[in-house]
Nanobody
Framework: QLQLTESGGGSVQAGASLTLSCAAS????????MAWFRQAPGKEREFAAS????????RYADSVKGRFTVSTDNAENRIFLQMNNLLPEDTAVYYC?????????????????WGRGTLVTVSS
């Protein structure tokens, strides 16, 4: 059974960079899609970025496009989220998630495997 563990969160100033890492234990198949979601205080969980394990195809939320980059190390079963030019509105708990790809990237309710999250705090 696939298990996900995030790391790399922290507190930074606006404009800084952080790289989140998600370690996956268990089998990841080429048909999996891996995603990063985030949840700010008092808000619903929202999509940030995704990558298909087999093809490397990526998708981004408009709010992070051009600043965040999602990538994988398939040999190490790791998924990364490089976050540049962080803004206070990026403050959230960031979650790694996985599922067998079904054509949908953005709806957290369709993902069946989740990590516990890592907190990112961006101050102005």
């Amino acid at each position: 059974q696939l298990q996900l563990t995030e790391s790399g969160g922290g507190s930074v100033q606006a404009g800084a960079s952080l790289t989140l890492s998600c370690a996956a234990s268990g089998w990841i198949y080429t048909r999996h899609v891996m995603a990063w979601f985030r949840q700010a205080p008092g808000k619903e969980r929202e999509f940030a970025a995704s990558i298909r394990w087999g093809t490397g195809t990526t998708r981004y939320a408009d709010s992070v496009k051009g600043r965040f980059t999602v990538s994988t190390d398939n040999a190490e079963n790791r998924i990364f989220l490089q976050m540049n030019n962080l803004l206070p509105e990026d403050t959230a708990v960031y979650y790694c998630a996985a599922k067998v790809y079904d054509g949908r990237h953005f709806d957290p309710n369709t993902f069946d495997t989740w990590g516990r999250g890592t907190l990112v705090t961006v101050s102005s």
